[in-house]
C-alpha cells in the first residue's frame, strides 16, 4: 500500500505581510504532479489545511480545487485538523466525502475508529487524530486525569484498541519530543506541548503534522513530512519534498523523499554593501523574484533604500543592517550635563552611541548648517 504523506499545507498564508496564495497555488499543481505519477493508493494530509480557523474565501477555492484534483485521481484522501484549522469547519460534509473515498477527522470526542484498507498484504487500517489538547481529552474523558500533552495522547491512543499484530498508520499533529522547530511554528513555554515518541509504539507508520521541517523522529517509521514551502527565513536551507511511503508486509516500509518541490520563489538571503548587490553583475545570473532577507554593510542608512532596493528585488520580505553600530548597539540613558553642552556636542555625542563612531567632516559640516539655520530662524 503506497501513501503520500503531506501536511502543514497553511493555505492562505502572509509571510511578512506578503500573500503566499500564488505560490501555494503553484506549488499544489506540483504536487498533484508528482502524486499522479507515483501511482498512490492513498493521500494523507496531516493538519495545518489552513493557516487560520477562519480561512479567506479565496483559501478555502484554492483548496477545493486541490480536493478536487486529487479525488479526480480515484484515490483515498485521509485529512485530520491541525491547530490552525477549525475542526468544525474542515469537517464539514464529512460523511458525504466519505462516498468519495475522502476521510477527514471529526470534531474530536473520542470515537477514533479506523478506516480499514486492503491489499495483496491483507488488511491495514488508518486512524485519524486530529490536534489535541489535554483540555479535549478531559472534556470527553471527564476520569482522564492527564494534564501534560503526552498522557493525554497516550490516554486516547489507549482507548483506540489498536490491534498491533495488524499493520497501523496513525495521522497526527503534535510536537514530538525531540523534533527540530523553525522560525514559522507556534512556540509553547517550556515544551509543554511535547508528546513523548513512545506512545506511538503499536503504529507501523506515523504520519505526523506540525512541524515545518521534514523529518524523522527516532525511525523512519515516525516522520514529519514537513511544509510544502518555506514559510520563514529559518527555513532557506531546508528541502521541501513529497514523502512517498510503501508499506508492504508487517514491519517493511519504504520512504522516498526524493520528490523535491521547486517553488515558483525561493526563500533566500543576501548581504553586502549596497553598491555591491545593486550592480548588474551582482544580481544578472540569479532570480530577483524570489522572497529575500538582504543585510546591508554599509556604515551609513541609505536614503530610501527600500524603494531602490524593490526597483531591482521586488519580493524583499525584510531589511537589516549589518554594520559597527547595529553589531555594538548602545544603550541611550539620560544625557549627562544637558545644560551645559552646545547643541553640537549632544548632536555627536547621540551620533556616537547610534554609529559607534564619530562624525566625518562632511556630516560635521550638514550638521553646523543645519543648527545655524535653526538658531537663525529663532
Known amino acids: 500500500m503506497k501513501f503520500v504523506h503531506l501536511s502543514d499545507l497553511h493555505i492562505g498564508k502572509r509571510v511578512n505581510e506578503i500573500s503566499m496564495l500564488e505560490d501555494q497555488k503553484y506549488i499544489l499543481g506540483k504536487m498533484i504532479e508528482i502524486i499522479e505519477k507515483s501511482h498512490a493508493d492513498a493521500v494523507i494530509i496531516a493538519g495545518d489545511i489552513y493557516d487560520k480557523s477562519v480561512p479567506s474565501a479565496e483559501a478555502v477555492m484554492v483548496f477545493d480545487r486541490f480536493l478536487t484534483e486529487l479525488s479526480e485521481l480515484n484515490i483515498y484522501i485521509f485529512i485530520i485538523s491541525g491547530n490552525h484549522d477549525s475542526p468544525e469547519r474542515l469537517a464539514f460534509g464529512e460523511q458525504l466525502l466519505q462516498k468519495q473515498n475522502i476521510f477527514i477527522s471529526p470534531v474530536f470526542d473520542g470515537d477514533i475508529s479506523p478506516i480499514k484498507m486492503q491489499d495483496e498484504f491483507g ?42 499484530t495488524k499493520r497501523n498508520i496513525l495521522v497526527a499533529h503534535q510536537l514530538v519530543t525531540g523534533a527540530g522547530r523553525c522560525d514559522s511554528e507556534d ?66 516500509i519504504e520512504t ?20 555591491d548587490i545593486t550592480d548588474r553583475n551582482y544580481y544578472r545570473d540569479t532570480n530577483t523574484e524570489d522572497y529575500l532577507h538582504i543585510i546591508l554593510e554599509d556604515e551609513n542608512d541609505i536614503p530610501d533604500v527600500m524603494g531602490r532596493l524593490r526597483s531591482i528585488y521586488p519580493n524583499i520580505m525584510k531589511l537589516d543592517y549589518d554594520n559597527e553600530r547595529t553589531r555594538n548597539n548602545k544603550k541611550i540613558d539620560v544625557i549627562e550635563d544637558l545644560d551645559v553642552k552646545t547643541p553640537m556636542q549632544l548632536i555627536d555625542e547621540f551620533f556616537e552611541l547610534q554609529n559607534n563612531r564619530k562624525m566625518n567632516e562632511v556630516q560635521e559640516e550638514i550638521v553646523t548648517n543645519i543648527i545655524d539655520e535653526v538658531w537663525g530662524m529663532n
Do not use: W
Not at 471527564?142 to 489498536?162: H, L, R, T
Open 187 to 252: 512556540i509553547s513555554v517550556g515544551g509543554m506541548d511535547n508528546v513523548d515518541v513512545n506512545v506511538f509504539e503499536k503504529f507501523d507508520y506515523v504520519a505526523l503534522g506540525h512541524i515545518h521541517g521534514p523529518q524523522n523522529i527516532s525511525s523512519g517509521n515516525i516522520r514529519y513530512c514537513g511544509t510544502p514551502l518555506k514559510y520563514s527565513f529559518s527555513e532557506m536551507k531546508h528541502v521541501k519534498s513529497v514523502t512517498i511511503v510503501e508499506l508492504k508486509d508487517k514491519g517493511t
Open 256 to 275: 522516498d523523499t526524493s520528490n523535491e518541490l521547486i517553488p515558483l520563489h525561493d526563500v533566500r538571503e543576501i548581504r553586502g554593501k549596497y553598491m
Open 123 to 164: 488488511e491495514l487500517f488508518v486512524y485519524l487524530l486530529p490536534f489535541i489538547k489535554p483540555a479535549h481529552v478531559r472534556r470527553v474523558y471527564p476520569e482522564c486525569e492527564a494534564d501534560n500533552y503526552s498522557d493525554a495522547v497516550k490516554y486516547v491512543i489507549d482507548k483506540m484498541n489498536v490491534d498491533d
